[in-house]
């Protein structure tokens, strides 16, 4: 089973300012990664697949890279709809795995 | 636009069973295959069981193998999720969730509460 790893797991962000979240995988995955937004008491939504690129809807605010095992979500300049918990996800292999998330906090 | 809508929860007991559906509106049902993710309260997600667009591929868990099913009925648009021997680490909701190319999850339900405790 592919790990994945999220960190931080509390980010405490100001209104405006940039946020950077990371995910690695314990092996390769290409670039078969996704990314999810879940705001409380809400069923997660898709922000990016493919490792960079923003699903339908998304705000360009919204950015990933990387491939292999190490990725990134950025988030350029955080609105204060930003506020919540980022999932990464693997597809490369079965079964699908998730991290852990990293809370998007008001600081 | 899309719609995924989960029931079947509820309180149940150790060792027993349960049914979950996901009734599906404004998609080609039959041709998109669908995933069960679970979370547990306060705790991240956990993908579940997979099954293919006409049922010949399921995939599971293994926290779920041998235990839950999946299952579909294209006539009623309909996915199921057949949980036996339930235990007290299956308490969660559980999203049903559209398959996009066997890779990602888009778009979600809104989930339905499982809690087994006895």
């Known amino acids: 089973e592919i790990v994945m790893t999220q960190s931080p797991a509390t980010l405490s962000v100001s209104p405006g300012e940039r946020a950077t979240l990371s995910c690695r995988a314990s092996?390769?995955?290409?670039?078969?990664l996704a990314w999810y937004q879940q705001k409380p008491g809400q069923a997660p939504r898709v922000l990016i697949y493919?490792?960079?690129t923003r699903a339908t809807g998304i705000p360009a605010r919204f950015s990933g890279s990387g491939s292999g095992t190490e990725f990134t979500l950025t988030i350029s300049s955080l609105q204060s709809e930003d506020f919540a918990v980022y999932y990464c996800q693997q597809y490369n292999d079965w079964p699908r795995t998730f991290g852990q998330g990293t809370r998007v906090e008001i600081k | 636009q899309v719609q995924l809508v989960e029931s079947g929860g509820g309180v149940v007991q150790p060792g027993t069973s349960l049914r979950l559906s996901c009734a599906a509106s404004?998609?080609?049902?039959?041709?998109?295959?669908f995933h069960w993710v679970r979370q547990a309260p306060g705790k991240g997600l956990e993908w579940v069981a997979v099954i293919w667009y006409d049922g010949s591929k399921k995939y599971f868990a293994d926290s779920v193998k041998g235990r839950f099913t999946i299952s579909r009925d294209n006539s009623k648009n309909t996915l199921y999720l057949q949980m036996n021997s339930l235990r007290a680490e299956d308490t969660a909701v559980y999203y049903c969730?559209?398959?996009?190319?066997?890779?990602?999850?888009?778009?979600w339900g809104q989930g339905t509460l499982v809690t087994v405790s006895s």
């Open positions: 969730a559209r398959d996009r190319g066997v890779q990602w999850f888009d778009p």
């Open positions: 092996q390769s995955l290409s670039s078969n």
């Open positions: 404004g998609l080609a049902f039959s041709n998109i295959g």
């Open positions: 493919g490792a960079s």
